[in-house]
C-alpha cells in the first residue's frame, strides 16, 4: 500500500502516527475538557437533574457571594508566600555547603533528597503524627529547649506555618538541583576573580548566583505550579480546619466538585486557579530579564 | 619584616595559604549545618520506625520517648490484617504497573516522532506539548471526570486510572525527545544504510541506547503512581477497588487512630520507594537534573 510514497511521505506519515498517542489525547483529554470546561463553568449542574444555564452566575458567586472562594486562594497564596522563598534560599544555601570539596558528599545528597521522593497520603500520616501535641516529636523536640510548642494543626495561626515545615521536609529535591547547576559552572570563572582578590561574597553574588539564575527561575516556577495544588496533605492532616483556616484551594475544588456536586461553579474555580498560575509564572517571565542569566544570550551579542 | 616586603617575596604561597584557610572554614560550617540538617531529615523516618513498634500504651505515654520497651515487630502484622492490604497491594501494583508500562511506551513512541521524523505540523505541536507541560491538571479535571464517568461508565473501574496513560505524558514525551536529540544523527544513517526502517531505527538502535532516560522516566512514573491519592479518590468507591493510599484512611476513622499500626502501615507503603530510589539513586538524581535544565 505504502509502495507508491517516496521515502520522504512515508516518513511523514510515521511522524503521524507515532505522534498520535499525544495527538489524541490531547484532543480527548485536554483540549477537548478544557473547552467543555469553559461552557460548563456557565451551567448549573449536580450531574442529576438537568443542567441550568446561568451564564455569569457562577462567576460573580466567585467574587461576590462565596466567602470562601477567595478566602481559598488567599490561604493558599499564603502558603506559597512562605514556602516558595524559604525552599529557595535554603535549598541553595545547602547546595553550596554541599559543593565544596568534602567528604561524604554523596551520603549527604542521598539522606537530603530521600524525603523528596516520599509523597502522598503515608507522608501526610506521619507529620499529623509529628504535630500531635502531646505525643508529637515537634513538640517533644521543643521540651527539649523548654519551649511548649502549640497545637501545631489545631491552631489557627500556626497551621500554615505546620504545611510549611512540613513542605521543607523535601527541601533536598531543589538542592539536588542547584547542586547539579553548581557543578555546572566552570571552575575558570572562579579562577579569575580570585586573581583579583574577590571576597567569597562578591564571588557567590557575581558569579554563582547570575549563573545559577536560570536554574533559580526554573525551580520558583514549578515551586508556583505545585504550591497551587497542594491537596493530599491538607485533605488528610486537617481536612481544611480548624475554622477553614488550611482551606487550601485545590480541597475547597474537591468539596465543590466531590462532595456538592457543583460541576459548574467548580469548573469556575477551576479556570481560576489555572488563571493565576499563569499569571504568576508570566509575571515571573516578565521579571525574568531583569535577573535571569542566560550565557547563550549575551554572547551572542 | 613589613608587610610590603613579604607581599613581595612570596604572594602564591599566601594566597594558597588564604585559600586553605578559608576552604578549611567553608568544610567546618558544611559539615555542621548539613549534619545537623540530615538529623532534622532522618528524625521523622526514626520516629516513624519507633511509633511502629511500640504498644499502643507507650505510644500515649507523656513525654514521648524515643526507643521502644519491646519491639513489637507483632505490630506490622496486625497492622496489615486489620485491611484488607494484599486487595490494596494487588490494586496498587496492577494499576501503577499498567501506568508505568503505558506512559514508557506512548511517551517513547511519541517523542521519537518529535525528535527524529519529519512531518508538517511537528514543530507547531512540539510548542503544544511544552505548553501543557504547564498546565496544571485541574482545568480538565471536571470534564473527564463527566466523561469517564457519564460517558464512557468507568465509574468504580480502573480504566480512568489506567487508559489516560497510553496517550504519553507531555512532560516524559519532552525528556525522551531531549534525549534522544543527543544521540548522534549518524547512527540512524548507518542503521538506513543496512537496510533499516525508520520505524527500525527507533526500536533497535535510539531505544537501546536510550536505557538510562527511559529508567528515568519509568520511576518518575512508579513514583507518581504508587503515591497518587486525588485519582484514586475520586474514582473508587467500592473498598474491593482501593489502592494502599486510599486504605491508610481506614487507620484515621474506625480504629480512632492507632499510630502504631497508621506508622507500620504508612511505612510499608513508602517501602517500595525507598527501595527503588536506593537501588536507582543515580537515575533518580539524573532525571531530576533533566527536569532541572530544560
Known amino acids: 500500500m505504502l509502495s507508491g510514497l517516496t521515502f520522504r511521505q512515508r516518513e511523514a506519515i510515521l511522524g503521524w502516527v507515532m505522534a498520535s498517542p499525544w495527538l489524541l489525547g490531547f484532543l480527548a483529554f485536554t483540549l477537548g475538557p478544557m473547552i467543555a470546561s469553559l461552557i460548563l463553568s456557565l451551567y448549573d449542574w449536580d450531574l442529576i437533574s438537568p443542567a441550568l444555564l446561568v451564564g455569569w452566575g457562577n462567576y460573580r458567586e466567585f467574587f461576590v457571594d462565596d466567602p470562601l472562594s477567595l478566602h481559598s486562594l488567599r490561604i493558599t497564596l499564603f502558603y506559597s508566600l512562605m514556602a516558595i522563598p524559604l525552599h529557595l534560599v535554603l535549598g541553595v544555601i545547602l547546595a553550596m555547603l554541599l559543593n565544596a570539596n568534602i567528604r561524604g558528599q554523596s551520603v549527604i545528597r542521598t539522606v537530603y533528597y530521600l524525603p523528596a521522593v516520599l509523597a502522598g497520603v503515608a507522608v501526610a500520616m506521619l507529620w499529623r503524627w509529628i504535630f500531635s501535641p502531646d505525643f508529637g516529636l515537634l513538640n517533644l523536640f521543643l521540651s527539649y529547649f523548654n519551649i511548649e510548642g502549640p497545637n501545631w494543626l489545631g491552631n489557627r495561626t500556626w497551621v500554615l506555618p505546620s504545611f510549611v515545615i512540613m513542605s521543607l521536609w523535601g527541601v533536598g529535591g531543589g538542592m539536588v538541583i542547584y547542586l547539579a547547576g553548581l557543578q555546572g559552572i566552570p571552575t575558570d570563572l572562579y579562577e579569575a576573580v580570585e586573581i583579583d582578590g574577590a571576597t567569597a561574597f562578591r564571588r557567590i553574588w557575581h558569579i554563582t548566583l547570575p549563573m545559577l539564575s536560570p536554574v533559580i527561575f526554573f525551580q520558583l516556577i514549578m515551586g508556583v505550579i505545585s504550591s497551587m495544588q497542594i491537596f493530599t496533605q491538607a485533605f488528610i492532616m486537617t481536612d481544611g480546619g480548624p475554622a477553614n483556616a488550611s482551606l487550601f484551594y485545590m480541597l475547597y475544588l474537591y468539596r465543590q466538585a466531590f462532595e456538592y456536586r457543583n460541576m459548574g461553579y467548580a469548573s469556575v474555580l477551576a479556570w481560576i486557579l489555572f488563571l493565576c498560575i499563569l499569571a504568576l509564572t508570566l509575571l515571573l517571565f516578565r521579571t525574568a530579564s531583569a535577573w535571569v542569566y542566560y550565557e547563550a544570550e549575551t554572547q551572542r551579542t | 619584616m613589613n608587610t610590603a616586603d613579604s607581599m613581595a617575596v612570596a604572594p602564591p604561597s599566601s594566597t594558597s595559604l588564604g585559600k586553605r584557610r578559608t576552604q578549611l572554614i567553608h568544610r567546618i560550617v558544611a559539615y555542621g549545618v548539613l549534619g545537623t540538617g540530615s538529623v532534622f531529615i532522618l528524625a521523622p523516618l526514626v520516629w516513624m520506625l519507633s511509633t511502629s513498634l511500640k504498644t499502643r500504651s507507650q505510644v500515649f505515654r507523656f513525654p514521648p520517648e524515643w526507643i521502644p520497651e519491646q519491639f513489637l515487630w507483632q505490630n506490622y502484622v496486625e497492622a496489615l490484617t486489620l485491611l484488607p492490604f494484599e486487595i490494596f497491594l494487588l490494586n496498587t501494583v496492577i494499576i501503577t504497573g499498567l501506568s508505568v508500562a503505558g506512559e514508557l511506551i506512548s511517551s517513547a513512541v511519541v517523542a521519537y516522532a518529535f525528535a527524529r521524523l519529519r512531518w508538517a505540523a511537528r514543530n507547531t505541536l512540539f510548542i503544544v506539548v511544552l505548553a501543557t507541560m504547564m498546565l496544571p491538571r485541574q482545568v480538565t479535571l ?153
Open chain 2, 142 to 294: 471536571i470534564p473527564t471526570f463527566i466523561l469517564f464517568t457519564r460517558v464512557f461508565g468507568w465509574k468504580d473501574t480502573f480504566y480512568p486510572l489506567i487508559v489516560p496513560s497510553f496517550f504519553a505524558v507531555p512532560f516524559f514525551v519532552f525528556l525522551l525527545r531531549q534525549f534522544y536529540m543527543t544521540l548522534p544523527f549518524e547512527l540512524d544513517d548507518a542503521a538506513t544504510i543496512d537496510g533499516c526502517s525508520k520505524f527500525g531505527v527507533f526500536l533497535r538502535i535510539l531505544l537501546p541506547l536510550s536505557k538510562p532516560a527511559l529508567a528515568a522516566v519509568a520511576i518518575f512514573s512508579f513514583q507518581f503512581h504508587w503515591n497518587d491519592f486525588f485519582y484514586p479518590l475520586i474514582y473508587l468507591f467500592d473498598k474491593d477497588k482501593f489502592t494502599l493510599a486510599l486504605g491508610l484512611r481506614f487507620f484515621q476513622g474506625n480504629y480512632g487512630t492507632d499510630w502504631h499500626y497508621l506508622m507500620a502501615a504508612s511505612l510499608v507503603v513508602m517501602l517500595p520507594v525507598i527501595l527503588v530510589f536506593f537501588f536507582a539513586q543515580r537515575i533518580f538524581i539524573q532525571g531530576i537534573v533533566y527536569q532541572g535544565f530544560k
